[in-house]
């Protein structure tokens, strides 16, 4: 994810701040007043604004990002204020309060630091009080100003009666550093990954298009390579274990899951993406990391998501092998209406949506058939037959054995085969059968040894014995 700006060219444009405020003082006193404020700065000669939207939690919006190298310098901005009668009568005039006249005052503050101005003058119906200075703005900072407009009108008071005016304006101007995203190492194993895009059509004509990803990795530590192999592939269902039933009780893994939730939207689009809030009453979770149907309580994953960002999380799971299924999920769902910024109204429609599911699986493999009992001889054979002679210990030496030929081709597993030679028993007349522990061991990949023990088997004349 590259590191980017929301430049000022492509923050959209907004006028003043305005309050205007109807004031009954209820004795037939009204009185209408209106303040102001803005914040503009010229860039490829063209008016820029500053000021800072508010989002629907109350909480300013950046009216620009910048990238890290950017802060600390500074733009040149206009500061505009203004205080205004917007009273129509000629005998509504307005006084301001000042601080010799009452402990609360009209003011322009600016950082917290009042702008002076002759508060003695009235204003007239229809006319204001305006304050035009220079400021150097410093990126990635916030700068508070405010215009409160306290007074009455003396004309409508000759007994001393009420005739209060009163309006108030504020913005918390802000600009943001561009955070840097949460990138993962190059890993040897894939992470699976769902980009999807969500357009809104909007009643006023138009769309808004969001952008987004989101990703699993899931991993262990093979014991015979010593590598760590992937347990989900490109598939929805992947075996990525095998073992035998009679060996799973002693065997589980340890599997690291890395889920990631990301706003891919570009960085100069500015585009925020905030995720649904839970609903716990109804077992609702909008944007989730689940595992094996469990959801990980991540408190995370309900930031807000700027462009060009994730949000990431790790754990470690325990996976029992005698258990087959094992399947894992994320999901991101949310709107983008703290873009304001961008040009996106919190009331507009701005839907994001993002699901992945993979299911890690563990097959399981039937052990090896117990060999059949050693044959016993008749205890009275018959007259007309030779006597059967029960086999005891072969009168050969069962230990001289080679394996003669394996076959393991690769595009059919039911095709795998070992073939043994006794060398020393073949060619003999009698039955034998193997009395001792001879034993083949088998270990693909994924898989503990799986042994074949011999001992029991008939040895044929030809002394071959063929394990499939």
Request: hydrophobic share 30%.
């Amino acid at each position: 994810l590259g590191i980017g700006a929301l430049l000022p060219s492509q923050v959209q444009a907004r006028g003043p701040l305005v309050d205007q405020n109807t004031y009954d003082s209820e004795n037939g006193n009204v009185c209408v007043s209106e303040t102001s404020l803005d914040c503009t700065y010229l860039e490829g000669g063209m008016e820029k604004t500053c000021i800072s939207a508010v989002g629907n939690d109350g909480k300013p919006v950046p009216w620009a990002y910048f990238p890290a190298e950017e802060c600390g310098q500074f733009l040149t901005a206009t500061i505009t204020m203004k205080m205004c009668n917007k009273n129509t009568a000629a005998d509504k005039d307005i006084l301001l309060y000042d601080m010799n006249i009452n402990a609360d005052e009209a003011e322009f503050l600016f950082k917290l630091v009042p702008y002076q101005f002759d508060k003695t003058q009235r204003i007239l119906p229809g006319n204001c009080i305006t304050i035009v200075k220079t400021e150097n703005i410093e990126k990635c900072k916030v700068y508070p100003m405010q215009v409160k407009m306290l007074g009455n009108m003396p004309d409508k008071r000759p007994n001393n009666e009420k005739a209060y005016c009163e309006s108030f304006v504020f913005n918390k101007m802000k600009s943001k550093k561009i955070e840097q995203p949460i990138l993962l190492p190059p890993q040897p194993f894939k992470t699976s990954v769902d980009e999807c895009r969500e357009t809104s059509i909007l009643q006023a004509g138009g769309t808004n298009v969001c952008d987004s990803e989101v990703s699993i990795a899931c991993t262990f530590l093979d014991e015979q390579s010593g590598q760590r192999k992937s347990c989900i592939g490109p598939e929805q269902d992947f075996t990525f274990y095998s073992i035998r039933t009679d060996l799973c009780g002693a065997k589980q893994i340890e599997a690291t899951i890395d889920m990631s939730i990301c706003n891919t939207n570009t960085v100069q689009s500015g585009l925020i993406i905030t995720p649904y809030v839970d609903n716990v009453p109804q077992n609702v979770f909008p944007t989730r990391y689940t595992f094996k149907k469990n959801n990980y309580n991540v408190p995370q994953r309900l930031d807000d998501i700027p462009p060009g960002q994730c949000r990431s999380y790790q754990r470690i799971q325990t996976i029992d092998t005698c258990k087959k299924n094992w399947p894992m999920s994320v999901q991101l769902e949310g709107n983008m209406m703290k873009s304001i910024a961008a040009g996106i109204s919190g009331s507009e429609n701005s839907y994001c949506y993002c699901y992945l599911y993979k299911k890690a699986v563990v097959e399981k493999i039937d052990p090896p058939a117990t060999p059949p009992p050693s044959p016993t001889a008749p205890t009275t054979p018959a007259p007309t037959q030779a006597p059967v002679v029960s086999p005891s210990a072969p009168s050969c030496d069962e230990t001289d054995v080679l394996i003669t030929e394996i076959a393991d081709p690769e595009s059919n597993q039911f095709a795998r085969y070992i073939e043994v030679y006794f060398r020393d028993c073949a060619g003999g007349a009698q039955p034998k059968y193997v009395t001792k522990n001879i034993v083949i061991i088998r270990s693909p990949n994924n898989v503990p040894p799986i042994v074949y023990n011999l001992k029991g088997a008939l040895i044929p004349s030809n002394g071959i014995i063929v394990i499939c």
